[in-house]
């Protein structure tokens, strides 16, 4: 007999793959207590009701392995952890012991290349005394969400905000050290009783509880660094921007025409913390985006008036006129800006590349009097047909327009 859970699997109904068993705890392991409701591979949860109970994440500095037994119950004793994280409250880094029963594997730390092939301390110290740099829990802290009940003018309402409890300060690197006892064993067996990070940064950073500054040392390898500072802001908002492409894209039905570029109009720019947040707007399909930390152009374009440079066809009739079946081949292959009004009395501008005449299912004789098949960039380049006594307003663009955003191959 089937279990009562078992369902019939078909093209539509999959399996859930376990996630993996708790694993054993190791150096610069990010950990955080098991009433953390972050998982391994997790999706991010929201955390409702009172969210400061939620504890902090932190990384493994030492480790200690036990080889001694509990003498009542004859169970060999937990290995302990000694673990890093900053608590904002008490404005400190904290380093506390935990049993490895009382923690559970979150993530692992990134593997920063601090540049310093030598093992001097004073070739580390050259290359990074006066870096910036923050604890590697800061993007995970950063990502916990509490949900709580807002209530205005009786209307009650869920809203969420940042739990920024444990944040890690941005802090400055002003020395070094190693710590020469790092590593020790056993003396009866030779195997590592003590394990925890050698080298060591001192870093200052503003107490955010004290309001002065405060220093301490923390192991480098818990630690990355802070690039905001490494160029200048060059941009200001509200103005619009030649963004390239890293891979071209082909638009729909047209393999031969490719997206190079976009034309991205800056809204805003907010500063989170470590890193810079560019809010966008898209001047093609009119939808916004984020850029976090780079913002990856070197240029600034007038959009506005290269729509002005192009050839305006006049009013309604002339529009006609022009989609006439005579200019069939003329006007296929080009660009065009319209104003256009659907069936619902919809009003959109968009830009479109012509690829042919297209009939709305009749079986029109005249072009004029049926659609265009066109290639949309408010839809990201997908296959649309307009109907001509749609378009309200139509100016061909200029020549430049598609040497800028697109490739021909």
Known sequence: MKNSTEVARGKYVFGITPKEPSKALKLNDIVSLKSHPYQIEYSVPKIGAYARFTPPLMIVIEVLNKSTHDTLTGLRDSNQYKCLFYSTTEGKFEKLWFKGEELKFISEIANEDFGVTSPSINEWKKELIGKEVVLQ?????????????????????????????????VGLIIDLKYEDDHTKHSEKTGKITT?????????????????????????????????????????????????????????????????????VHLKSITFKHYYYVYSVFNRFSEKSSVFSENFPVTSFLNFDEMLKDGYDLGDQIKIQAFFGKENIESVKGKWYFISYIDKQENHTERIIYIQDFADLGEGKAEPSKGALRCNC??????????????????????DEFEKIFFERI
Do not use: H
């Open 137 to 169: 829990t800061v993007d995970l802290e950063l990502g916990k969400r509490k949900t709580f009940q807002d209530t205005v003018d009786g209307r009650s309402k869920v809203k969420d905000s940042n739990l920024l409890d444990y944040l890690p300060p």
């Open 195 to 263: 394990q925890k990070q050698g080298l060591q940064a001192k870093i200052k950073w503003l107490n955010n509880e004290s309001g002065k500054i405060s220093e301490e040392f923390v192991p480098l390898v818990c630690l990355k660094f802070v690039t905001f500072n490494d160029s200048a802001v060059l941009y200001s908002t509200n103005k619009t921007y030649f963004l390239p492409l890293k891979e071209r894209n082909a638009l729909e039905s047209n393999p031969n025409l490719l997206y190079k570029a976009y034309p």
């Open 377 to 398: 960039l408010l839809r990201g380049g997908a296959i649309r047909n307009f109907r001509i006594e749609g378009i309200k307003k139509c100016v061909q663009m200029p």
